[in-house]
């Protein structure tokens, strides 16, 4: 059974031509070829078996372990509806980190005894 390795850096088997153009340019010929090997075998051209192997970055909260699996995901080796994926899962961190960071400006901008509210102004 072929299981392609979504994610894996260095993987030299996923990548895609740079003369590519349209929906094959963001499929590697690793995933071209793992779906081709679906179709022959008479199963679903969607690849459910990462989903199995555990957390989807969809569901993976934000925080260190999803900045660390974006940070180490090879995006040659992406289908289309993973890398929609991808791009959400980095939008989700990317707008914890800036909550993150606007809480630290809030309570670095406050005077001396002064207690920040929750959206980083200070109480009345």
């Known amino acids: 059974m ?5 994610g ?3 993987d030299g088997q996923h990548r895609s031509e740079s003369g590519s153009t349209g929906l094959l340019k963001a499929m590697s010929p690793g995933v071209v070829d793992f779906l081709f ?3 022959v075998a008479g199963r679903p051209a969607e690849d459910v078996h990462w989903e199995q192997e555990g957390i989807s970055l969809s569901s993976q909260p934000e ?4 900045a660390r699996r974006l940070a180490e995901t090879d995006l040659d ?3 289309p509806v993973e890398l929609f994926h991808y791009v959400r899962a980095a939008q989700r961190l990317a707008s914890w980190a800036e909550g993150l960071r606007q809480a630290a400006v809030g309570r670095y901008c406050h005077t001396p005894g002064e207690v920040p509210r929750q959206d980083g102004s200070p109480a009345s």
């Open 8 to 10: 894996i850096p260095g």
């Open 37 to 39: 090997r679906q179709m």
């Open 2 to 6: 072929h299981t392609p390795s979504h």
């Open 77 to 79: 080796a992406l289908t």
């Open 63 to 66: 925080g260190a372990e999803l």
